[in-house]
């Protein structure tokens, strides 16, 4: 993995487990999408708050709410299995983001990494903080707006499964000059089909559960 000549930027690798229109808010309330989100590379409060504010940005431009779960860090001498709100994980409604320093095997341009299995779903991700921090590649980005583009890529590898790479906008593989200008800009958003397709998914899913829930409370009152 290689830069693309000056401020041509390799920011995302693919891992498989074996396991834009705006859309107002006075229409119909938006898809939700929470987000465990924990913060091992302990990057400062506002960072992380302009990273949320951005991820949410783009995901708003998407028409989908995003709820931020702020989780513990992780605990090396406790092999207990979680049972808190931020383990209670399920595809696509759920997901997580571990912010981690950087990866033992993960190249220094390599800013994310998400774990999708073969039927194209995934709930865990990985972004690599030092290496984006010290990149020279983006210096018309602030590091919080980045990890924020960064978080959004990954949250939107999760939702949108495998071969969700494109050739324009936030799912771009390498964020080149247009790409890294329109995020200066803060105009790096997914695309119109992508959009659609992120909203179809949450909205599929929520429905579903709802539709289980009223089976669930109708059994309930039939006992």
Not at 22 to 41: E, K, W
């Amino acid at each position: 993995m290689h830069l693309f000549r000056r401020r041509h930027l390799f920011l995302i690798v693919w891992a498989v487990s074996n396991s834009t229109s705006a859309i107002g808010r006075t229409q119909l309330a938006f898809p939700h999408n929470q987000v465990s989100l924990f913060d091992d590379a302990r990057v400062s409060r506002g960072t992380l708050a302009k990273a949320e504010a951005r991820a949410s940005a783009i995901f708003a431009r998407a028409g989908i709410d995003v709820d931020w779960l702020a989780c513990a860090q992780r605990d090396p001498a406790d092999f207990a299995p979680s049972s808190s709100l931020c383990s209670d994980l399920s595809w696509p409604t759920r997901l997580s983001v571990r912010i981690i320093p950087r990866g033992r095997s993960i190249a220094s341009d390599v800013f994310g990494q998400a774990f999708v299995d073969d039927s194209g779903q995934g709930v865990y991700s990985n972004v690599y903080y030092e290496n984006l921090a010290l990149s020279p590649n983006h210096p018309g980005v602030s590091d919080g707006d980045m990890l924020g583009y960064v978080l959004a890529h990954e949250i939107g590898h999760l939702l949108l499964g495998t071969n969700s790479h494109a050739d324009s906008g936030l799912m771009q593989a390498h964020w080149r000059d247009a790409a890294l200008h329109a995020a200066a800009e803060r105009a790096l958003f997914f695309t119109t089909a992508q959009s659609a397709l992120l909203r179809s998914r949450l909205s599929a899913a929520r429905a579903a559960q709802t539709a289980s829930n009223q089976v669930q409370v109708g059994k309930g009152i039939q006992q």
